[in-house]
């Protein structure tokens, strides 16, 4: 996984942190969330949300079949894509606060882990979470096809190599 480009945090609701101390990616059972991230480089201090009534339902259930961890990774930024709500696991983002320039997260993880799909545990597809107030979105995206990212905007783009799976990342559509 590669990461790109910039995510800006400012459409998205704060909430309590939480995040793991690994790397690589979890299957959870409804209604949690499917999550992945990496905090090898350090934790994750500062969270954010989307606001009530977003459809969630893209990262539960069907992302990632096995959990899969101790990807080989490089970087310095940390992440993790959740934060607990009522002791579940809920769609979100989990960064560094360091890692911010005022709102704005710049991630620079590479990843690697070597298998098939199925060996990794990986479901293809684009998985997309919209806010149902500021548009605000969240891709994960694990093939190898290119998620289209509509113009104006800035984004985090996440994918692995060697036609292994490809995550697409974070992106923000400025209103008009």
Do not use: H
């Amino acid at each position: 996984m590669q990461s790109s480009g910039t995510f800006n945090t400012a459409n998205l609701v704060s909430v309590p942190t939480s995040g793991w101390g690994n790397s690589g990616v979890e299957t959870n059972t409804a209604p949690q969330s499917d999550i992945m991230g990496d905090t090898t480089m350090g934790a994750v201090n500062t969270a954010f949300g989307f606001n009530a009534g977003t459809d969630l339902s893209p990262w539960v259930g069907d992302m990632f079949t096995t959990s899969n961890f101790n990807w080989s990774s490089t970087g310095t930024t940390q992440f993790a894509t959740y934060y607990f709500s009522g002791g579940l696991r809920t769609p979100g983002i989990a960064i560094a606060a360091d890692d911010l320039s005022g709102n704005i997260w710049t991630p620079d993880v590479s990843w690697s882990k070597s298998g098939t799909f199925a060996s990794l545990g990986l479901t293809e597809g684009l998985y997309t979470i919209t806010d149902a107030v500021t548009s605000e979105s969240i891709s994960i995206q694990i093939g190898n096809q290119v998620a289209t990212v509509p113009e104006p905007t800035t984004f985090a783009m996440f994918s692995i190599g060697a036609c292994i799976a490809g995550f697409g990342g974070l992106r923000r559509r400025r209103e008009a």
